[in-house]
């Protein structure tokens, strides 16, 4: 270890607790000159009095409570998925999608076989079911019945898992996922625990924290460095599927009397 360097060590780690998130992506319009303008994903910012990485561009996310576990065991409900680290009774996929729902306003379900669109009719009805779960007020699995819906878990591509550092007060043990956004729904910030939001290649938004002027966290930086040179969503689904997510613990050291997160592997 470099001098000056040492391990942050707590003295007796948090249990991480388990969550997900979501990277929203789609086809980018594509420049002037006709070329593919890349994946764009969707950011929202945290709010700045959240408890946790305040005031930051992150994925839509959170954590997994036990109504998430509950609707992917109800029969019927969720479309089937493969074995591995988020089959279907963790809580992982259902969490992602309320999520998502609650922070981006995208729902990934079909009726039928036909996927979920809003439109004049449909867009304050699913409006109100949103408040309602950012109020706790229903769950996903009232929704879904309510309105005969299959909850598109089968369209969640399990892409990276991350736990926070050990030396952290509040730590988490999140699964994220990659989407693509449907068509028939926008998305948007709610508002509440988010105060903005965009679409963005992960190009500009990395160039724009290195400008200073959009905030990120660490594991998200690696994050959208791993979707740059993608054309379309196409190549990033091809890119990513028969994989598996390796799973980063980053570590803290200090150095020069200040905190470093590092990577695992990294000196």
């Not at 009095?49 to 997994?64: N, W, Y």
């Not at 309320?98 to 379900?109: D, H, I, K, N, S």
């Not at 399990?158 to 988490?172: G, L, Q, S, V, Y």
């Not at 196409?234 to 990513?240: I, L, N, Q, S």
């Amino acid at each position: 270890m470099p001098n000056g360097e040492q391990p942050v060590e707590p003295t007796q780690p948090v249990t991480a607790r388990p969550a997900s998130a979501t990277v929203l992506i789609r086809d980018g319009e594509g420049g002037s000159d006709g070329n593919a303008g890349g994946v764009e994903v969707f950011m929202v910012r945290r709010h700045v009095q959240s408890e946790f990485v305040p005031d930051v561009f992150v994925f839509p996310g959170g954590s997994v409570n036990a109504a998430d576990r509950a609707v992917e065991r109800a029969p019927h409900l969720c479309a089937p998925v493969g074995e591995g680290a988020t089959t279907l009774g963790s809580g992982f996929r259902a969490a992602a999608l309320r999520e998502m729902f609650e922070e981006a306003g995208v729902l990934l379900a079909r009726t039928g076989a036909t996927p979920l669109t809003f439109d004049a009719a449909t867009v304050a009805r699913y409006g109100a079911y949103r408040d309602q779960l950012n109020a706790r007020q229903s769950t996903l699995a009232q929704i879904a019945e309510r309105e005969g819906l299959t909850l598109a878990t089968d369209a969640l591509l399990h892409w990276a898992h991350w736990i926070t550092p050990e030396a952290w007060p509040k730590r988490f043990d999140t699964h994220f996922f990659l989407a693509a956004a449907p068509a028939g729904q926008q998305a948007a910030h709610d508002a509440l625990e988010t105060t903005d939001s965009v679409w963005i290649t992960p190009e500009d938004a990395l160039a724009s924290f290195e400008r200073g002027d959009f905030p990120l966290v660490f594991a998200t930086i690696h994050q959208l460095r791993d979707l740059t040179d993608l054309p379309d969503v196409a190549t990033a689904f091809a890119r990513f599927t028969n994989t598996t997510p390796r799973t980063i613990m980053p570590r803290v050291v200090q150095r020069d009397g200040a905190d470093v997160i590092l990577l695992p592997d990294e000196e």
